[in-house]
């Protein structure tokens, strides 16, 4: 059942969001079918966290058109297809595996950092509870290597070893990340965060398009060149939800600012300000010291990073690694309309706004409204 008595007050069902890319609304279409077909099956009562969650219904099961994910897994699974002139239908699996796991990931998150908001709403933990949050996870982890197995691929075990390689890389990732919080932020390598952030942020969009070249029989130097571009969208998209996790437009990103900051977490803003000016350090500590914090002081903390330059910094290392990342698309190999969707994609993924395309360039669909 779900939980109303602890949860924050909100209209669960009315949360806006932005728009997204025409390519992006291409893809929650070619998706969303084969992800509730996908769900069904599970225990009713985890089918209901799990369409919460993707935005299908509210807490009590009422279907809604709120707010849900953006769907940028499956748009990489879609446009890979795409890109190597293959049938994007047998990339179907690839699209559901992926956009589960990425679901997977959040549902835990909010568990560990306790989040009560995200998508403009309660978090599946304020809704349901921590247990049920956890085990809808795992049924989604589950059905992801479901989907996968049997999609009746001749490639079926390259692409099990491929998800699963990447889901190892992302549990050991959030293993250094808890040890980046219980260290000084000043001891920091900046290297070895950034390491972090191409692989929390890129890993599996960059898989998604491994899977769709396995799944289709695409070629996989084309997978592997959208995989590197992934890989620097996914560090400039983790940049920049450091940024967003302090400093963000709370209806735009779906979740309260100065989060990262009420977490005590070292995340890129703060490394950069303490190894700038290291009298950051105990000016933090004292402004951030037993919890609960007060708006002022979480206020006066982030304009206190923001005069040591962590957040010009992150925003500079956001820019470097999203030029990185389309500079991967200038590939000869790549058709010209499906390199200017994938542009649309990556700098969606980074920017959360919407490129202006010619009309003459424009795709069939209109925009509608992203997510996470």
Avoid at 111 to 133: C, E, K, Y
Avoid at 219 to 229: I, P, Q
Wanted: glycine share 8%; net charge negative.
């Amino acid at each position: 059942m779900p939980r109303t008595s602890q949860s924050p007050q909100s209209n669960t069902s009315a949360a806006a969001a932005p728009a997204v890319p025409q390519v992006t609304q291409r893809a929650r279409d070619y998706v969303r079918p084969a992800l509730e077909a996908a769900v069904a099956p599970l225990p009713a009562a985890l089918a209901r966290v799990c369409g919460y969650y993707f935005g299908w219904c509210d807490a009590d099961g009422s279907p809604t058109t709120g707010r849900g994910g953006r769907c940028l897994q499956a748009t990489m699974v879609l446009l890979t297809a795409e890109a190597t002139g293959t049938d994007p239908h047998d990339a179907l699996p690839a699209a559901v595996a992926v956009e589960f796991l990425h679901n997977v990931s959040l549902l835990h998150d909010d568990v560990v950092d306790q989040d009560i908001i995200r998508r403009g709403r309660p978090t599946a933990l304020a809704a349901f509870g921590a247990g049920t949050s956890v085990v809808a996870g795992d049924a989604l982890w589950a059905a992801a290597f479901d989907a996968v197995l049997h999609s009746g691929s001749p490639a079926v075990l390259q692409a099990v070893t491929e998800l699963n390689t990447t889901v190892s890389a992302l549990i050991h990732t959030a293993g250094r990340e808890a040890l980046f919080d219980r260290t000084p932020a000043q001891e920091i390598p900046l290297p070895d965060y950034l390491a972090v952030c191409g692989a929390k942020g890129g890993a599996l969009l960059g898989v998604s398009a491994v899977l769709s070249a396995l799944l289709t029989e695409g070629d996989l130097n084309t997978a592997h060149l959208l995989r590197r571009a992934a890989h620097h969208a996914g560090t400039a998209w983790q940049a920049v939800n450091d940024l967003e996790n302090i400093w963000g437009d709370e209806t735009l990103v779906g979740k309260p600012c100065y989060q990262d900051l009420r977490a005590g977490k070292n995340t890129l803003p703060v490394i950069l300000a303490a190894q700038h000016d290291p009298a950051v350090v105990p000016e933090l500590a004292a402004l951030l010291g037993d919890p609960p914090h007060t708006r002022d002081a979480l206020k006066a903390a982030a304009r206190l990073l923001e005069d040591a330059g962590g957040r010009a910094g992150a925003e500079a290392v956001s820019r470097q690694h999203l030029e990185m990342a389309l500079t991967q698309l200038a590939a000869p190999s790549l058709p010209a309309p499906v390199r200017a969707d994938l542009e649309d994609l990556l700098n969606f993924t980074v920017t959360r706004t919407v490129r202006p395309r010619p009309s003459n360039e424009a795709g069939p669909r209109s925009q509608t409204h992203g997510g996470d």
